[in-house]
Structure formats: C-alpha cells, structure tokens
C-alpha cells in the first residue's frame, strides 16, 4: 500500500451549528472540498477517520471548553462523511496515536506515505503528523482540507509542519 488517508475530527462539535466547537463557514468550504476529496478517491483506498471523545472528568481539558463528551452527539461524524472511513478511531487527545489502535492498523498495510484531512490544523494535524515522522512515514498535508479555528492558528499549524516537520504541504 502506497498511501492511507487519515481524517481527524471530522464530527459534529466542529460541522454543526449547534456544536460545542463550531467552525461556521470553515466548516462549510472544508466539507465541500473534503466531499469532492472523498469522492475522488478510488474504490479500494484505505481512509481511516480518527474523532475525539471525552470523558466529563478529563483532566486534560481543564484550561479550554471541553467538547466531545462522551455520549453527546458532538462525537458523531457528519452524516455525508460516514460512508467513507474503513476504519474508525476514538481518541482522547490532538495525537491520534495516543492509547489508539492506529500504529498497529498503520503496520498491517505498511503505507509509505499518510495523507492527512481534517480539523485543527495547530492541534489534531499538527501532533498527528508530528508522530507520523517521528515512525519514519511520510506525510502529506492538502492545505485546502485542513482547518484551524483561526487563520493564525491554521498558518501556524502549517509552518511548523512543513519546516520543522518536513511534512509535505501543498
């Protein structure tokens, strides 16, 4: 396998209106264009999607409005995305491999190269790829299909990974 793609947080808090995280109309162009991503795809790509749940008593959250509680439908992935991952990941912090199944999922296909989507360019991106180079994969950032609750934290999410990462971002 050459490549997998990974989603982060592709759920309600952000997408909805009524979510505890909602990103308005960065969530809006961001779901247009990752639906035309998906839809490019061919039929046997692996895309897996990782989503933050949170227990009511993480300590983790203290300073910042927690979200993603457990049970709440701000876990939910948006209804026009669920048809597409093949594999599903739960994780309590912005690092999808924190106390997560994804390294052991990552070993059985060998890709050479991740490709990552998603919400919170300065957090979930931004720790997610940070790992991946740190196991030696390569990564890939499509700028257009990442997102940050602001144009200053998406720009710094963005540089950090692609001069102190060498991820690639395009």
Do not use: C, W
Request: glycine share 4%; aromatic share 10%.
């Amino acid at each position: 396998m050459d490549s997998i793609i990974l989603a982060l947080s592709l759920q309600r808090s952000y997408f909805s209106s009524d979510g505890t995280r909602y990103l308005g109309e960065r969530a809006n162009i961001l779901k247009i264009r990752l639906l035309d991503f998906f839809n490019s795809l061919p039929n046997d790509a692996l895309v897996y999607f990782s989503r933050e749940v949170h227990q009511t008593n993480d300590s983790f959250y203290q300073s910042i409005k927690s979200h993603a509680i457990v049970g709440s439908p701000d876990v939910e992935i948006v209804e026009a995305f669920k048809r597409y991952p093949k594999f599903m990941i739960n994780t309590t912090r912005y690092n999808a491999f924190y106390m997560t199944p994804l390294d052991s999922e990552l070993r059985k296909h060998t890709p050479k190269t991740v490709i990552l989507v998603g919400v919170e360019t300065h957090t979930n991106i931004l720790f997610t790829a940070e790992e991946l180079r740190n196991r030696g994969y390569e990564v890939i950032v499509h700028e257009a299909l990442v997102t940050a609750e602001d144009d200053y934290m998406h720009a710094t999410g963005v540089t950090i990974m692609s001069n102190a990462l060498s991820v690639h971002v395009d």
